[in-house]
T-cell receptor, first 112, second 115 residues
Framework: QKEVEQNSGPLSVPEGAIASLNCTYS??????FFWYRQYSGKSPELIMF????GDKEDGRFTAQLNKASQYVSLLIRDSQPSDSATYLC????????????FGQGTELSVKP | SQTIHQWPATLVQPVGSPLSLECTVE??????LYWYRQAAGRGLQLLFY??????ISSEVPQNLSASRPQDRQFILSSKKLLLSDSGFYLC??????????????FGNGTRLTVT
């Protein structure tokens, strides 16, 4: 069974700091990785995806992928209280209808 | 643009009653469709996925079933609900034709409480 692991948190950072969220995966063949944000009581929302080794930046968000070490991380710069949510890492299972395996999620709390 | 509709938003049902949750997608054809469940404070568990009309794959044995009577319609059902069926049910879609590497797009979810 393919696995995706995340620290459940909560991770607490002060406003304006960098929040670092990590995810490890078991399948060395995984080629793409997705980060979702889920506010309490709401459905997950895609915020980043990354396919290649290295960094991908989108505004305040940076996704980092290291396939050799089988981890993917999400950095949030200049964290805001509105970033307080649970962040889910997801990895696709190939040739099975495109389904995604999700980590348990990391709860982030940004304190003003 | 593509949109996904899921209803109802909340539902309270007694143990032993039937269940029917519906999901429809607009603005795309031949989507892959998914039902996930999220128990309180837990991660997302894939229940069913479908790559075409009438094609349903079940991920875990349970008290639920799924059907896809039309290309962009996905239904989650139960004949008799259990207390353990309570949770947040999420329908999602992804583009067909890619065996991996496409993100899923979620509906707003149905919060089911079985009493």
């Amino acid at each position: 069974q393919k696995e995706v692991e995340q620290n459940s948190g909560p991770l607490s950072v002060p406003e304006g700091a960098i929040a670092s969220l990590n995810c490890t995966y078991s399948d060395r063949g995984s080629q793409s990785f997705f980060w979702y944000r889920q506010y309490s009581g709401k459905s997950p929302e895609l915020i980043m995806f990354i396919y290649s080794n290295g960094d991908k930046e989108d505004g305040r968000f940076t996704a980092q992928l290291n396939k050799a070490s089988q981890y993917v991380s999400l950095l949030i710069r200049d964290s805001q209280p509105s970033d307080s949510a649970t962040y889910l890492c997801a990895v696709p299972v190939y040739n099975q209808g495109g389904k995604l395996i999700f980590g348990q999620g990391t709860e982030l709390s940004v304190k003003p | 643009s593509q949109t996904i509709h899921q209803w109802p938003a909340t539902l309270v049902q007694p143990v032993g009653s039937p269940l029917s949750l519906e999901c429809t997608v607009e603005g795309t054809s031949n989507p892959n469709l998914y039902w996930y469940r999220q128990a309180a404070g837990r991660g997302l568990q894939l229940l069913f996925y479908s790559v075409g009309i009438g094609q349903i794959s079940s991920e875990v044995p349970q008290n639920l079933s799924a059907s896809r009577p039309q290309d962009r319609q996905f239904i989650l059902s139960s004949k008799k609900l259990l207390l353990s069926d309570s949770g947040f049910y999420l329908c999602a879609w992804s583009p067909r034709g890619r065996t991996g590497g496409s993100p899923l797009h979620f509906g707003n979810g149905t919060r089911l409480t079985v009493t």
